[in-house]
T-cell receptor
Framework: KQEVTQIPAALSVPEGENLVLNCSFT??????LQWFRQDPGKGLTSLLL?????REQTSGRLNASLDKSSGRSTLYIAASQPGDSATYLC??????????FGTGTRLTIIP | NAGVTQTPKFRILKIGQSMTLQCTQD?????MYWYRQDPGMGLKLIYY???????DKGEVPNGYNVSRSTTEDFPLRLELAAPSQTSVYFC????????????FGQGTRLTVV
């Protein structure tokens, strides 16, 4: 079964720290992986898309990496700010065309 | 561009009633998806479509039906609503497999009482 897992489910860090969110997937035959942010009661905002042929993507303070062989991706957030507090979701397009989500990591940045 | 538009934003249904959640995208995307998100949980795939006339089941299709008669529209039909279908429903679209980003609507919050 094709699954996406995100651990931990929740994370709290002091403002200013760098942090890493983890995503793992069970099938290395993927088309792409996408990181989203979701604020409480809101929709999903796309952060970064990594194609299957890429190793990483960067946008501002965010850097996402992809290691297909080990079935892992990480989202690195530099110099965290209270406004970064949200739930971060990882989603993978597997070979059967399905866009499959992990359960998310709820991030709290402590001022 | 409007992107992905979902209607309605909120709806309260009585047990046994039926309704259709509408989803429209104006990006000429072939791929469209319907998800549900229960409180504190991730998104679970209900149905998806890789083009007009083609649909397939996701993880949790029971109690739902879809159709895809045009590229733009992908309605989700709930027949005989049950309390277990209380959830937030999201529609998404993408240009296709591979190097394409998925875009999401703002969601429909459905309560079945």
């Amino acid at each position: 079964k094709q699954e996406v897992t995100q651990i931990p489910a929740a994370l709290s860090v002091p403002e200013g720290e760098n942090l890493v969110l983890n995503c793992s997937f069970t099938d290395s035959a993927i088309y792409n992986l996408q990181w989203f942010r979701q604020d409480p009661g809101k929709g999903l905002t796309s952060l970064l898309l990594i194609q299957s042929s890429q190793r990483e993507q960067t946008s501002g303070r965010l850097n996402a990496s992809l290691d297909k062989s080990s079935g892992r991706s990480t989202l690195y957030i530099a110099a965290s700010q209270p406004g970064d507090s949200a739930t971060y979701l990882c989603a993978v397009v597997f070979g059967n065309e399905k866009l499959t989500f992990g359960t998310g990591t709820r991030l709290t940045i402590i001022p | 561009n409007a992107g992905v538009t979902q209607t309605p934003k909120f709806r309260i249904l009585k047990i046994g009633q039926s309704m259709t959640l509408q989803c429209t995208q104006d990006m000429n995307h072939n791929y469209m998806y319907w998800y549900r998100q229960d409180p504190g949980m991730g998104l679970k795939l209900i149905y998806y479509s890789v083009g007009a006339g083609i649909t397939d089941k996701g993880e949790v299709p029971n109690g739902y039906n879809v159709s895809r008669s045009t590229t733009e529209d992908f309605p989700l039909r709930l027949e005989l609503a049950a309390p277990s279908q209380t959830s937030v429903y999201f529609c998404a679209s993408s240009a296709g497999r591979g190097n394409t980003e998925a875009f999401f609507g703002q969601g429909t919050r459905l309560t079945v009482v």
